[in-house]
Every structure is written in structure tokens, then in C-alpha cells.
């Protein structure tokens, strides 16, 4: 198994610039989500999904959207890059979403400049 | 809401010197908490667990127990080696619908000195 995939690894964008990050996972994992990663602010929630047709906003989900069209994939879509969408994104996954506590697996990040 | 706050870094450590990272929480019902590293240019990995009060989570050296009467969920190794110089996540889990999303604290850096 590959685990969490995430493509591209590094991007520079220009504000007003629109782009896909991608996030795959080969675990056949019901749960995905994506975060960005900030200096001093930790892990905040963007978008997540309980499963194929199914997101919903997380913390932070302004200038965002996603969708969920197989198990399998969950792209990240910038409208417009804006430069306080310079970050670190991570996309996770875990098997379920409900009382069961699941392990959540990450992928390796892909680190976004916005000029 | 539920929220994690955890020990602001860097810390900066000898090697085989002891390690404490604070984490405490607030949350209601019985959450479960976690303990993430991650490794410079990686994601984030599993560290450890603990799913209810008075577990103790390990892994590697490291422990954690869940403190409920005290909030908290401190980390904790013996005898760190320079390959533990990473960050450190402390996040939770809440137990009931509308609490599941994971809440991450800030982050603290180890850096284990030779």
C-alpha cells in the first residue's frame, strides 16, 4: 500500500491563481480531510468528508472548496490564491468516522507560496 | 468547543536527558487523546493513544497517561536520542456526533543535542 498521497510537493502560485492540490489513498479509508499546517497555530481543519459524495467545512474553509467523487480521491481546490493561503497542507484519512476511535494517517504535505 | 493546549517550544535537549511535553484539554464528555510526531519534511505519524481515563498510551519510550481528574495528557521519555528531535502534536478526539473532527494543539519542536 502506498498510504496518503498528496501531489504536488511544492508549488508557487500568484495571487489570483487557481490550482488543485491532489490527496489519494489506497486503504479504501471511509474518512479524508485536509489541513493546513501554520507556524504557531498547529493543525487547523479545512474541509473533510465521511465518504464518496458526502464534505462538509471544517475551522478554516474560506477560499476552499473539495469533492468527493470516489472513495479513493479527495482534491483540494483554491478559487483565487491569496498569500494568506502560503501554508503547508496535509491530507489524512482513517477508516471510519463515528465513536470508533481511528487512527488518522497523513500524508507527506504539500507546501503552497502564494506571491 | 473542545481545545488542546500544549507547551510552547523549542526545547532543547542532551541526549539521554529526560523529556516532558505538556498537553492539557477541555472538552466535555470523554474524548480520546493523541499524541502525533512529526519528522522534518514528513507528515504527521501516530505516536500513541489513549481512548479513556487512566490509560496510559506508549510507543518507542515514549508515554503518555490520560489524566481526567487534571485535564491533561502529558508526554513523556526517559532517555531521548538525537533521532526523537522532531515536532510534537498533541490533539483529541471528542466521543459524541458533532465531536469527532480532531482538534490539534500548536506544536512543540524537540531538539536532541549529541
Known amino acids: 500500500n502506498a498510504g496518503v498521497t498528496q501531489t504536488p510537493k511544492f508549488q508557487v502560485l500568484k495571487t489570483g491563481q487557481s490550482m488543485t492540490l491532489q490527496c489519494a489513498q489506497d486503504?479504501?479509508?471511509?474518512?479524508m480531510s485536509w489541513y493546513r499546517q501554520d507556524p504557531g497555530m498547529g493543525l487547523r481543519l479545512i474541509h473533510y468528508?465521511?465518504?464518496?459524495?458526502?464534505?462538509d467545512q471544517g475551522e478554516v474553509p474560506n477560499g476552499y472548496n473539495v469533492s468527493r467523487s470516489t472513495t479513493e480521491d479527495f482534491p483540494l481546490r483554491l478559487l483565487s490564491a491569496a498569500p494568506s493561503q502560503t501554508s503547508v497542507y496535509f491530507c489524512?484519512?482513517?477508516?471510519?468516522?463515528?465513536?470508533?476511535?481511528?487512527?488518522?494517517?497523513f500524508g507527506p504535505g504539500t507546501r503552497l507560496l502564494v506571491l | 468547543g473542545n481545545s488542546v493546549t500544549q507547551m510552547e517550544g523549542p526545547v532543547t535537549l542532551s541526549e539521554e536527558a529526560f523529556l516532558t511535553i505538556n498537553c492539557t484539554y477541555t472538552?466535555?464528555?470523554?474524548?480520546?487523546l493523541f499524541w502525533y510526531v512529526q519528522y522534518p519534511g514528513e507528515g504527521l505519524q501516530l505516536l500513541l493513544k489513549?481512548?479513556?481515563?487512566?490509560d496510559k498510551g506508549s510507543n518507542k519510550g515514549f508515554e503518555a497517561t490520560y489524566r481526567k481528574e487534571t485535564t491533561s495528557f502529558h508526554l513523556e521519555k526517559g532517555s531521548v536520542q538525537v533521532s526523537d528531535s522532531a515536532v510534537y502534536f498533541c490533539?483529541?478526539?471528542?466521543?459524541?456526533?458533532?465531536?469527532?473532527?480532531?482538534?490539534f494543539g500548536t506544536g512543540t519542536r524537540l531538539k536532541v543535542l549529541a
Open positions: 489524512a484519512s482513517s477508516y471510519s468516522w463515528g465513536p470508533i476511535q481511528e487512527t488518522q494517517y
Open positions: 486503504m479504501n479509508h471511509e474518512y
Open positions: 468528508s465521511v465518504g464518496a459524495g458526502i464534505t
Open positions: 472538552a466535555t464528555g470523554y474524548p480520546s
Open positions: 489513549a481512548t479513556k481515563a487512566d
Open positions: 490533539a483529541l478526539r471528542g466521543d459524541t456526533s458533532g465531536t469527532y473532527k480532531y482538534i
